[in-house]
């Protein structure tokens, strides 16, 4: 991640501590532009929803000035209580920026089950506000205030030149267990000064998460708050951009950069993680089949296991590309560890398994799955699997 930050143009975003988790840890941030913004979100597809991500679906079609949000407390599973102190959150922050009614958003990660201690929320608000009114930005304190068990940091930010302007994008995550998304993420939150239609902002999300934020596992489980927002207020100065052209493409470009570095840090953040796994299925017959079996070794607990003890087992890696209901014909698998051929044709090749095990203690590994039976293919990031994520989330509410 960078340390060279650039914040795009009117965007503010900063963080405090409202008290809402222990020793005094950053738990609010704020994101703010005075200028109306364009709103693009992906959410979780969880049956189950926290009240922040019913809120934020309602408003897609809205212009947004920003967003609260806190960590610590996920205001999930909280029925009409937790709606009701979403949108007073809201409703708060609009009066004290004196915006729009329905013009910020309002997100939460953490303890599912619990309703919002709402008069240190109240207190956060009033204060994120007033830090936003002074203009005083400070990214970092955004993305410490929206972590919960992370440990490393995930912030980037991005310049690109279209028609003569600097672009900027900046781009910042929380993430390191509850991690297997679908058509989301954990909580991720890109903002931008493009000038670029709203149509083709949340198309450009929508496709750029799939081969990012989409892409990741850390434990297989996916959360009830998984929310991806991206905004942009157009102070770039550009001619807006309302057709998929070159500009529009050098944008998607970089706006995959920004999502895939940071969902990238995510996996290497994974609790109790010591490895980066890519996983890149390849011959597949079509996409669904290779995400299928891509995203089943991903998951499987025998091949993250077998990661972290350093074991070149390749007899799990096989067995999970049969389990994951994609269409094989085992005698045209192939299976390659790094740049070691470890199965051709569905035949155990004659490598050294000193060799192979000897590889399986970098810290970043590659495993590919050839199963030549067509074109498609597919690449998702996990991590293993540690005695240590079993200690961090038996005592998550310690």
Known sequence: MSNNLTTPKGFILNGLSAGIKKN?????????SKSPCHYAGVFTKNKIQAAPVKLCKQRLNTSIHGLIVNSGNANSFTGNIGIDNAY??????????????????????????????????RNGVTGLCQTALKNDNNPYNF?????TTDTNPKIISKEILIDGKNIHILGTAKGAGMIFPNMATMLGFIVTDISISKELLQKALS?????????????????????????SNGEAGNPIISSEDENYISFCKALKEIALNLSKAIVRDGEGATKFITIHVKGALDKLDAWKCASHIANSLLVKTAFFGEDANWGRFIYAVGAS????????????????????????????????????????????????????EKIMYTCDLSYQYVKINGEYRS
């Open 24 to 32: 005094n840890r950053m738990d609010m941030g704020i994101i703010y």
């Open 88 to 121: 007073e959150i809201t409703n708060l922050a609009e009066r004290e920026l004196k915006i729009d009614d329905k013009s910020f958003l309002s997100l939460s990660t953490g303890v599912i089950g619990e309703y919002l201690p709402m008069d240190k929320l």
């Open 143 to 147: 993305m410490n205030a929206i972590f």
């Open 207 to 231: 496709d750029v998460v799939e081969e990012s934020f989409n892409s990741i596992s850390v434990d297989g489980d996916q959360s009830t708050n998984d929310s991806v927002i991206l905004l």
């Open 325 to 376: 209901g994609c269409e094989v014909d085992e005698t045209k698998i192939d299976i390659t560890l790094g740049n070691i051929h470890l199965v051709r044709h569905g035949v155990r090749t004659d490598f050294l398994n000193d060799d192979a095990n000897y590889y399986m203690k970098n810290k970043d590994l590659y495993l590919e799955i050839n199963l030549n039976l067509g074109s498609a």
